[in-house]
């Protein structure tokens, strides 16, 4: 089973005006991530619609080539019913969530540590944000 970034690398590689879709804030954490950033950063400053062979071509030699290749391989498997699409905004959906939670861990135990005076002013506010996030149905 491909890892969450790698499945994301996998609907870039195989629509990658999805691209677009990253919000300017998303930095990718884990196995795989200076790959998805180098990628989306190249995507991102291309003018128009963009293959997957340009990827290969554009990476090739390059340290991401082995992964840009196993990915687009694993693409092949997808049939013609897949949404890549869908899948794309799911697991996005859930790298942020798992981001989410992490930094809003960090601020517990820097809490717990030293309580809200430990936090800066924008940490607090970061904070609150996170737990009212939490709070709204969704």
């Not at 870039?12 to 005006?17: A, E, I, K, T």
């Amino acid at each position: 089973v491909a890892s969450r970034l790698r499945m994301l690398l996998r609907c870039l590689l195989f629509h990658p005006d999805l691209a677009k879709e990253l919000p300017a804030d998303f930095h990718p954490e884990g196995d795989g991530a200076a790959t998805v950033e180098a990628l989306v950063c190249w995507l991102q400053s291309q003018p128009g619609g963009v293959s997957a062979a340009a990827i290969v071509q554009n990476f090739q030699g390059s340290e991401h080539e082995a992964l840009l290749g196993a990915e687009l391989a694993g693409t092949l498997q997808w049939g013609e019913e897949f949404d890549a699409i869908a899948e794309f905004r799911g697991v996005l959906a859930r790298l942020q969530e798992a981001q989410r939670n992490q930094h809003l861990q960090a601020l517990h135990a820097r809490i717990r540590g030293a309580g809200m005076t430990g936090l800066d002013a924008q940490e607090r506010e970061q904070y609150l944000q996170l737990l009212q996030r939490d709070k709204v149905p969704g």
